[in-house]
């Protein structure tokens, strides 16, 4: 395993809430990503990092914020939940040359 | 944009043979290549490089067709063991992200 865990692995909230999910990894590698994943529309991206405290939007980041103060960590925020976030929500880093992603967070949005 | 997969599904039996598209309205100048199963995360499979290089797998090939801006899947002689989602994931324009497909899924029976 290239070393990268997500947490929660599982999350209910309400309407409103904020929520942040964690990847953590131990390689070292600079880019990390964050991915959303619905029935019907494969993978998409939200916010990717390409080192400390730099990151860039991705294909779905409205109502999405990230942060990566450490190069092991980078946090996906949810400002204000909606249930059209209710998703499986996947981190993933480069390993070489290909993208290893994290198990995964079942996030459900009542 | 997300790139175009074709087949969105395809169900084949232990032995034959299936190929997967992925079409992109912009120019690739590397393609990768991934496996979901149900409940997993994507697992890496192959990357295509222009200039026809690839890496990855050794029972799956690919072909990367810059001028039409497309890349295909080989799987031959399939194993009950190759059912899953299949998706293809294009790098961005400034080659820092990969932009996936919405998927294709092979079921092989026996």
């Known amino acids: 395993d290239a070393g990268i865990t997500q947490s929660p692995r599982h999350k209910v909230t309400e309407t409103g809430t904020p929520v942040t999910l964690r990847c953590h990894q131990t390689e070292n590698h600079r880019y990390m990503y964050w991915y959303r994943q619905d029935p019907g529309h494969g993978l998409r991206l939200i916010h990717y990092?390409?080192?400390?405290?730099?990151?860039d939007k991705g294909e779905v980041s409205d109502g999405y914020s990230v942060s990566r103060s450490k190069t092991e960590d980078f946090l996906l925020t949810l400002e204000s939940a909606t249930s059209s976030q209710t998703s499986v929500y996947f981190c993933a880093i480069t390993a070489g040359y290909g993208y290893t992603f994290g198990s995964g967070t079942r996030l459900t949005v009542v | 944009q997300q790139p175009v997969q074709s087949p969105q599904a395809v169900i084949l039996r232990e032995g034959e043979d299936a190929v997967i598209n992925c079409s992109s309205s912009?120019?690739?100048?590397?393609v990768h290549w991934y496996r979901q199963k149900h409940g997993e995360a994507p697992v890496f499979l192959m990357i295509?490089?222009?200039?026809?290089e690839q890496k990855g797998h050794e029972k799956i090939s690919a072909s990367f067709n810059e001028k039409k801006q497309q890349s295909s899947l080989y799987l031959t002689a399939s194993q009950l063991s190759y059912s899953g989602t299949y998706f293809c994931g294009p790098e961005n324009q400034a080659g820092t992200a990969l932009i996936f497909g919405k998927g294709t899924t092979l079921s092989v029976s026996s």
């Open positions: 990092s390409y080192g400390v405290k730099d990151t």
């Open positions: 295509l490089l222009k200039g026809g």
């Open positions: 912009k120019a690739l100048y590397s």
